[in-house]
């Protein structure tokens, strides 16, 4: 399977602070994605990073790709108590048959 | 959420009944996608459109079926519900160049079978 796996699974932090979730991937892929879901609510696309690139922010976002090593980081700088979600990365296959989601990590930003 | 409307947004049903969700969507767009949601398995995709009258299979088709007679509809079918069929489905549509990215998706629909 070429599911993402998120690490880690949930990570509880002070507004302010930075938080990281990385996720690691089995295949070769063409992009990577990053979505997040607030409870009861339907996923959001956050950001996009293609197989040739290194680095993309937007925002607070920063996300990176290191193909080698089959796995991103996203990192949400100075976060907010708003940013409490789940976030998911998905994979997309080299043929664009498939978008693979990986099962989360849960995040809690405290005031 | 992206001009897309779940409906229902909640059912209840029994064992063996057929069930249709409908998902509406106003963006035009190319792509339409059917996913469930579960504890433990993140989303897995169930059937996809790229077109009208043009679908194609996922991951965990068995037991569903879908149409889209029209480019702003695209309904998901399960035939006679079972209880494992008990999940939160989410409808997703995309119109970038390519299948499978930048998905938006609807708000989702809880179902239940008893």
């Known amino acids: 399977s070429q599911q993402g796996e998120e690490d880690p699974q949930a990570l509880s932090i002070q507004e302010g602070e930075n938080a990281t979730m990385n996720c690691s991937y089995k295949?070769?892929?063409?992009?990577l994605q990053w979505y997040r879901q607030n409870s009861g609510r339907g996923l959001v696309h956050l950001i996009l990073i293609r197989s040739n690139e290194r680095e993309k922010h937007s925002g607070r976002l920063r996300v990176t790709l290191d193909t080698s090593k089959k796995s991103s980081s996203l990192l949400i700088t100075a976060s907010r108590a708003a940013d409490t979600a789940s976030y998911f990365c998905a994979t997309a296959d080299t043929g664009f048959q498939k978008l693979v989601f990986g099962t989360g990590t849960r995040l809690l930003v405290s005031p | 959420d992206a001009g897309i409307t779940q409906s229902p947004r909640h059912k209840v049903t029994e064992t063996g009944t057929p069930v249709t969700l409908r998902c509406h969507q106003t963006e035009n767009h190319r792509y339409m996608y059917w996913y469930r949601q579960d504890p433990g398995h993140g989303l897995r995709l169930i059937h996809y459109?790229?077109?009208?009258?043009?679908?194609d299979k996922g991951e965990v088709s068995d037991g569903y079926s879908v149409s889209r007679s029209k480019t702003e509809d695209f309904l998901l079918t399960l035939e006679s519900a079972t209880s494992s069929q008990t999940s939160v489905y989410f409808c997703?549509?995309?119109?970038?160049?390519?299948?499978?990215?930048?998905?938006?998706f609807g708000s989702g629909t809880q179902l239940s079978v008893l």
């Open positions: 997703a549509i995309s119109d970038q160049g390519r299948l499978n990215e930048k998905l938006f």
């Open positions: 459109s790229y077109g009208v009258k043009d679908t």
């Open positions: 295949t070769s892929i063409n992009n």
